[in-house]
Each structure stands twice: as C-alpha cells, then as structure tokens.
Nanobody, 115 residues
Framework: QVQLVESGGGLAQAGGSLRLSCVAS????????MAWYRQAPGNQRELVASITSPNRTNYPEFARGRFVISRDSSKNTMYLQLNRLRPEETAVYYC?????????WGQGTQVTVSS
C-alpha cells in the first residue's frame, strides 16, 4: 500500500507558475513508474508528465517545455513545476504511482488558472 498526498494547488494567473508536491508514505522503488495526471470537469483524466528510474521523463506535447516533473527520493516526494499556465489547464491534478502492477492515486489538488 502506498498513500499519496498532493499539495501546492491553488489559484494562478494565466502565464503564471505553481509547483505541486506529492508525498508518498513509503520510499520510492527503482521499479516505480510515477506520474501526474489531471482531470477537468467533463473531461477524461489525462497524463501530464511521467518519470521512471533513474530519471527518465516523458511529457505529452502540451506540457513539453512548460512543465517539469522531478522527484526527491530522500524526501519520498515527487514534484510538478507548472509554468506559463493557461486558463484551460484548470483541473484537479493527481499524483500516481505504479508499483508491482498496482495503481495508486492521490486525492488530487485543484489548480485554477484565471485569465
């Protein structure tokens, strides 16, 4: 079992930045796949960024060059730096871990971007 707790969401202006954090209840494993997803009202949940060991990152086109995923194993924490935010990126952002074929999700943190 892994509990994930996100923080760092809030209100940002268009073009602004936020940094999200996700603290895990147990140490990261080198086999973990970790990611951030988001879900806006009426939309499906979509991948925002992922990271695998050692520090291989992957971003969909909309996130490339603006968002940065990282992790600090000493703190059992994963981060998502959101830059140049757009109003349409208002959503609940979720932390995700895939470990030993099990999926773990955090409760989500709301990001609201005003125009």
């Amino acid at each position: 079992q892994v509990q994930l707790v996100e923080s760092g969401g809030g209100l940002a202006q268009a073009g602004g930045s936020l940094r999200l954090s996700c603290v895990a209840s147990s140490s990261f494993s080198s086999d973990d796949t970790m990611a951030w997803y988001r879900q806006a009202p009426g939309n499906q949940r979509e991948l925002v960024a992922s990271i695998t060991s050692p520090n291989r990152t992957n971003y969909p086109e909309f996130a490339r060059g603006r968002f940065v995923i990282s992790r600090d194993s000493s703190k059992n924490t994963m981060y998502l730096q959101l830059n140049r935010l757009r109003p349409e990126e208002t959503a609940v952002y979720y932390c995700y871990v895939l470990r030993n074929f099990f999926n773990y999700w955090g409760q989500g943190t709301q990001v609201t971007v005003s125009s």
